[in-house]
């Protein structure tokens, strides 16, 4: 279900983003460090802040996660939260990622991973909205 | 008043390119997101708007009939700083404005990452999804995310 052509703009310089909804029907839209491929139908969002994420996934697991390549093209995928993991090795190979990134942007002091949250991957489709007809490559 | 529209303005001029994303959400309460590439500030401050190609709206009109209370963050991809603001949202044809504004993002996104390729973005029949704020947040890394900031002190 995740191509390596997904893997690859999972590793986009653009942030992904993660919409989720309240119990009240209210969305929220957070931005995401990493996400981060578990296997073939599980991925991992860095946790670092997600309050309001967290809190409308106590009642709705269901979210939606846009990731965005280096040449600009688009995955959408829609996803059910599993767990959070604060331990293990997706754990520390993401918070070692995290700090590269913090590092290379200067934010040692603001980028911590809390948890590593597993998602399972229910569909994936690419977003040619903006770009339909045109050959990314 | 202004504190607020101005910490956008401040993004919308900030290093690297603005990105967007549109959330709405269905009768089952399952979350969309569109991505968002023109912004739009007016007179009325408590006013912001998306601007986005028709085809890029995906589920965003059906999801507007159902509940018109939308969020929009709006990012900096240079230096992640960003803001979310939510409340009831409309939709209609875009404008003049909004095909400038569009347009004049895409410029940058192409002077910053050297990206031939968006030239062939699609802009047009463009559309505006107009919110009208009710709360905003900070979205910017830090202690003080998802911290709700007052409208008449937003300042970050």
């Known amino acids: 279900m995740i191509t390596p052509d997904i893997r690859y703009a999972m590793d986009g310089i653009y942030p992904a983003a993660v919409a989720t909804c309240s119990a009240d029907g209210i969305p929220n839209v957070a931005t995401i460090s990493q996400v981060w491929y578990v296997d073939d139908r599980h991925v991992a969002l860095s946790r670092q802040f997600f309050n309001k994420t967290k809190a409308n996934l106590e009642n709705n697991p269901n979210a939606i996660v846009r990731v965005i390549g280096m040449q600009g093209r688009m995955w959408e995928m829609r996803v059910r939260f599993l767990r959070t993991e604060t331990s293990g090795s997706t754990f520390e190979q993401m918070a070692l990622k995290l700090n590269a990134i913090a590092s290379y942007m200067g934010m040692e002091e603001v980028f911590r991973l809390v948890g590593a949250d597993i998602y399972e991957v229910l569909h994936v489709h690419e977003c040619t909205e903006y770009w339909d007809g045109v050959d990314p490559a | ?156």
């Open chain 2, 1 to 156: 008043m202004d504190i607020y529209t101005n910490h956008i303005q401040r993004l919308l001029d900030g290093p690297a390119q603005t990105v967007g994303y549109l959330g709405t959400r269905d009768e089952q309460c399952q979350a969309s997101i569109t991505f968002v590439l023109g912004f739009g500030l007016k007179s009325d401050p408590l006013r912001v708007t998306a601007y986005l190609p028709e085809a890029a709206l995906g589920n965003t009109a059906r999801n507007l009939k159902t509940s018109d209370y939308a969020t929009l963050l709006i990012v900096n991809a240079g230096t992640f700083e960003g803001v979310q603001v939510k409340g009831h949202a409309s939709l209609g044809p875009g404008d003049t404005a909004g095909e400038s504004f569009l347009k004049m993002n895409l410029k940058r996104m192409m002077e910053f990452y050297d990206m031939e390729f968006y030239k062939e973005v699609r802009t047009a029949p463009l559309m505006a999804v107009e919110l009208t704020v009710k709360e905003i947040y900070n979205q910017t890394p830090g202690d003080k995310a998802g911290e709700r900031l007052q409208l008449e002190e937003g300042g970050v």
